[in-house]
């Protein structure tokens, strides 16, 4: 993405060929429909620290060209919105999917954007190769379980040396098995789309917040009987009596 002058983020990057041209390159995805002129495009906001982005990066500017790779890695742009990509033919469309790029699927509140911006499938797209010869692999892709159970949307998942396959609404795997980590191969499945919203994607994390501190506070006020009776002291009433 080119900034106009005077619209770059501090972090942005400058041109070598330009100076005054300011710009940053994203990690991101694109739908490309037959026939339409127009691409949508979602940008991977959710980064990996120091491998993608320097945290406070637009505060540290001065720290961006010490660690930034020959590549461009640790310097990618940050996206700022997180909407689905449409399936269109003709007129009409198809679906609406939310894209997850790799580390997103960690974030609960990725998911719950792009369910709450209309998305009815959701995609997981990702490289687990740093991962590899470790349980990374399929961990990271039992975390997409966990999307699609808070969400209640089929989530496929591709993955370029991960394991790629569809998981159902109530995190359940298709009938037509995934294929593992290393492994070359395609599966056509059908992925059902889903409009309706759970009450986490209405309400958010204010609601494990509430359960959480209820469940501490049912645990201290268990301890508390407890915690009295082992004082080295007593409390005692004092009655008023009159003389």
């Known amino acids: 993405m080119i900034y106009a002058p005077g619209q770059a983020p501090p972090s942005a990057r ?3 060929v330009d100076p005054s041209v300011r710009f940053d390159a994203f990690n991101a995805a694109m739908m490309i429909n037959a026939g339409k002129s127009d691409v949508p495009v ?4 959710m980064l990996t620290p120091f491998a993608e982005r320097l945290p406070f ?3 540290l500017t001065f720290a961006m060209s010490w660690i930034e790779w020959g590549v461009g890695i640790s310097a990618w742009g940050k996206g700022q919105t997180r909407l689905p990509l ?3 033919k003709g007129s009409d469309t198809l679906a609406r999917i939310g894209t997850i790029i790799c580390i997103e699927s960690i974030y609960p509140e990725v998911a719950r954007d792009l369910v709450n911006n209309g998305s009815d499938i959701l995609c997981v797209i990702t490289n687990d190769a740093w991962y590899n010869g470790t349980w990374g692999p399929e961990q990271h892709y039992d975390i997409a379980r966990m999307r699609a ?4 949307r089929n989530v496929i998942r591709c993955a370029n040396s991960g394991v790629s396959g569809i998981i159902r609404s109530d995190g359940s795997e298709d009938p037509h098995p995934a294929i593992a980590p290393m492994t070359q191969g395609a599966v056509m499945v059908a992925a059902q789309r889903s409009g309706d919203r759970t009450l ?3 309400l958010g994390d ?3 917040i509430l359960g959480l501190i209820l469940t501490l506070l049912a645990v201290v006020s ?6 009295l009776r082992n004082l080295p002291f007593r409390f005692t009433s004092i009655e008023n009596t009159s003389l």
């Open 14 to 16: 400058q041109s070598r």
């Open 42 to 45: 979602h940008r991977k906001s």
């Open 57 to 59: 990066a637009d505060q």
């Open 86 to 88: 449409p399936v269109v």
């Open 149 to 152: 159970i808070e969400q209640r």
């Open 200 to 202: 986490y994607a209405v």
């Open 206 to 208: 204010p609601m494990p």
């Open 222 to 227: 268990a301890r508390i009987p407890l915690i």
